[in-house]
């Protein structure tokens, strides 16, 4: 539905080009599209009209006129500037000198705060904290309940006290922390409206009973305009420490991000992607700037890809591709690889020109099939894997009936294997780098080249024939 | 209620604009057009009604700010209108009717089905609900509890069961226990996750093969008010996946004013069947369209 911004740059930018210098004319068309992007990504009306005025100074005059590539130089003062805005570095959480540090969480109904409380605990243990968890939401039926069962999950004490106010809970639920030495107390509050002055009071009075040393307010990542209302009804009330922007696993552009930070003031510190209790991310603005302007994730697929690969392994991969000696047993330990990355529609979401904009839709992404696949590989010999243009008829069936699959289906597993190879004769001079093991991605190149086309409308619906994933699909 | 819901507040917003001033200019016009993306409609329709009204000032046709306000209420009114009103909610030929709930994470589907359940007990029905969330933690026991305090039974699947598997007993208790309506909680679930959409339409094929041949009488997807564009992308999602029937906008209790089901009814038509207004059993009333055009217009 909507194409990348960074695609209807190029499109304004192509009518300009010939012109030689751009006028402010020609800015002002720029920033129409831009204004369109950011309210299509769901950035407040208001925080789009200031953010468009501070690109405009900065955009007419020296700045764009220097460089040679217009269009890039507009997406780069409008990435730069977002960026800014969104938070120029990552912030960490804080602790308190004395301890238990209280964190509390707040909110609107079905944030996401229950399960994010059990997320940062999963976190806070694995950096060897040892948190408690306290549950003072006693209006939401089984909340309490919600939140004993995702403490189990997470192997973190739960601390409630039936019958009691939110804020007697929260008392004693640190000095629990105190006698059974917890270091952290994570304290889930229950959802309420920024206008509903009852409740708004209550988080109020916690506050005062417990010190938080962080309260962090919990907003989903799909909120449209009324983000801004609930990031001020919150922010006035409690004077926030940060955020936890969730449900980023969606495909949501996210702008809310931008309108919370501009009224808010304070930093973006976690995002949620998913349903698992790991995951939860570190906030990174640069990123979150790219998926506003629907220009991809980049960074992050590297990032995953590198903590996934192991490099030493990448490297002889490397090496083996580059003297054609890649063979199936190769093959597995690659669809292994990719495998810990992550689900597939994940990762290939994280590639601009694919995310978002609905291109992956028909390219179902059928984990099942790779499972497959690994079958068939695992019921060949030793010898068949690594040689396998001895594998004639009759191992061809046998390979089919050790695993369950048709013969036909061997064939074909063999033919794209041969086609592999040698497409990746060809790529294997330009990999190298982070990620040797993804030939035949298109587009991973620089985050700013914004030269990522979505596919045409025409296949969107269709698998397009020229993107293969590496173990073919059949 | 609508009155202080909805789309209501847009006109409140447009009227203290227009108040102290006839004179058309491009000024106004651009603050009408941030008074409906400020309400979340979807840029596109507010760009289309802009267009209109431009258009209509151009050739005379809108003469004061009084006759630009009255179009822009006829233009969302036919909107939301093409095709006729909102029908009521489908009631199977022979009970059980079903309905089935469904949308992404969060948007408050538990709560609207059991103030649906209240709502039909109300109307003298006897009413079952599935709880087949059997996934987010304790999601189960919050619609048990739901079906106390509202005094229907509920159908419960343990933790991790196969939700198909709870509708297909709940379907099985719905006809024994001669109940009218049998309402299915489901799982929240992001749009885009393929392997959730088939679970669903797992789901949907259970329904169908014990209703012998027909599918829910409603497949409801309940909006967040507070969601934004990303809204039109889930009723797109979940349309092609269990083609959805209706719409139930929960959480308008709040500021925010769901302007983007104008959008869903336009692009996708598919219609708003309820509202939920609040946290109490009673808090969630018919989408009225009478009562709605009546407080548009007052």
Not at chain 1, 64 to 84: C, M
Not at chain 1, 144 to 157: A, D, H, N, Y
Not at chain 1, 179 to 205: C, H, P, Y
Request: charged fraction near 25%.
């Amino acid at each position: 539905m909507f194409e990348s911004l960074a695609d209807k740059l190029q499109d304004v930018f192509k009518k300009l080009s010939g012109k030689g210098a751009l006028t402010e004319a020609d800015v002002a068309e720029a920033l129409r599209e831009v204004r369109l992007g950011l309210l299509e990504a769901d950035v407040n009306f208001k925080v789009v009209k200031d953010f468009i005025g501070r690109i405009r100074e900065r955009a007419v005059g020296v700045d764009i006129l220097e460089g040679l590539h217009p269009a890039q130089q507009v997406i780069k003062i409008v990435d730069e500037e977002l960026t800014a805005l969104l938070g120029g570095e990552q912030a960490p959480l804080s602790f308190s000198a004395k301890s238990p540090t209280v964190i509390m969480l707040c909110g609107l109904q079905g944030a996401g705060k229950t399960t994010h409380a059990g997320k940062l605990a999963q976190m806070l243990r694995k950096q060897g904290r040892n948190p408690l968890l306290v549950a003072a939401d006693i209006y939401r039926p089984a909340a309490i309940k919600q939140l004993q069962v995702v403490g189990e999950q997470v192997r973190t004490p739960v601390f409630t006290l039936d019958g009691a106010d939110p804020t007697k809970i929260a008392q004693a639920g640190v000095a629990e922390a105190i006698r059974a030495g917890n270091d952290i107390v994570i304290l889930d509050t229950a959802g309420r409206l920024q206008i509903d002055e009852t409740l708004m009071a209550e988080l109020q009075r916690i506050k005062v009973a417990v010190k938080p040393q962080e309260i962090l307010l919990v907003v989903d990542a799909m909120t449209g305009q009324e983000a801004v209302a609930v990031a001020q009804g919150f922010h006035e009330a409690l004077d926030v420490t940060g955020l936890i922007l969730t449900k980023l696993d969606g495909d949501t552009r996210g702008g809310a991000a931008l309108s919370i930070k501009s009224v808010v003031g304070r930093p973006i510190k976690f995002v949620g992607v998913g349903e698992k209790m790991d995951a939860l991310e570190v906030f990174h603005p640069d990123r979150m700037a790219s998926r506003i302007l629907g220009m991809g994730d980049v960074l992050t697929l590297i990032e995953r890809a590198e903590g996934a690969l192991d490099q030493k392994k990448a490297a002889e991969f490397e090496k083996k591709l580059r003297a054609n000696k890649f063979d199936f047993e190769d093959y597995l330990e690659q669809m292994q690889q990719v495998r810990k990355m992550g689900p597939l529609d994940q990762i290939l979401k994280l590639i601009p020109g694919l995310g978002g904009a609905g291109a992956l839709k028909g390219l179902e992404i059928d984990e099942s099939h790779l499972a497959r696949i690994e079958g068939m590989i695992r019921s060949m010999t030793m010898q068949e894997r690594r040689e396998p243009g001895m594998i004639n008829g009759s191992r061809r069936r046998r390979i089919a009936m050790g695993s369950g699959s048709q013969i036909q289906d061997v064939n074909r597993l063999l033919t794209q294997f041969e086609q592999m190879k040698k497409m990746m004769r060809g790529l294997s001079g330009m990999s190298g780098g982070g990620m040797p093991s993804l030939p035949g991605m298109p587009g991973a190149a620089g985050k700013h080249s914004g030269s990522n086309k979505t596919p045409s409308k025409k296949n969107k619906r269709k698998p397009s024939p020229g993107f293969k994933f590496p173990f073919g699909r059949h | 209620m609508l009155k202080r819901g909805l789309f209501k507040s847009i006109f409140q917003k447009v009227d203290q604009m227009f108040t102290g001033r006839g004179k058309i200019d491009e000024e106004l016009l651009e603050e009408l057009e941030e008074a409906l993306i400020g309400a979340d409609l979807n840029i596109h329709t507010t760009m289309r009604a802009l267009d209109e009204l431009r258009a209509m000032v151009a050739d005379k046709r809108l003469k004061d700010a009084t006759d630009v306000t009255d179009h822009l209420k006829r233009f969302l009114w036919d909107t939301l209108m093409a095709g006729g009103a909102s029908p009521v909610l489908s009631v199977a030929p022979s009970a059980p009717t079903v309905y089935l709930i469904v949308g992404v994470n969060g948007v408050g589907k538990t709560t609207s089905v059991a103030k649906l359940a209240y709502k039909l007990q109300r109307e003298g029905k006897r009413v079952v609900l599935a709880a087949a969330d059997t996934f987010r933690a304790a999601a189960v026991e919050q619609l048990a509890l739901w079906g106390e305090r509202v005094g229907v039974e509920v159908v419960k699947g343990r933790d991790g069961a196969d939700p198909a598997a709870v509708v297909f007993d709940a379907i099985q208790a719905a006809k024994a226990r001669k109940a009218d309506y049998l309402l299915i909680d489901t799982a929240g679930r992001l749009h885009n996750k393929s392997h959730l959409m088939e679970e669903l339409k797992k789901i949907n094929r259970v329904v169908m093969r014990e209703l012998g041949g027909r599918s829910a009488d409603e497949t409801l997807l309940v909006l967040d008010a507070t969601t934004g564009q990303n809204a039109v992308n889930q009723a797109r999602e979940f349309k092609s996946a269990v083609s959805i029937t209706g719409l139930i906008l929960a959480k308008l209790d709040g500021t925010a004013r769901g302007g983007i089901v104008i959008t869903i009814k336009d692009e996708l038509n598919v219609p708003i069947k309820l509202i939920g207004t609040g946290e109490k059993p009673g808090d969630m009333e018919y989408f009225d369209a009478q009562t709605f055009i009546d407080a548009l217009f007052e």
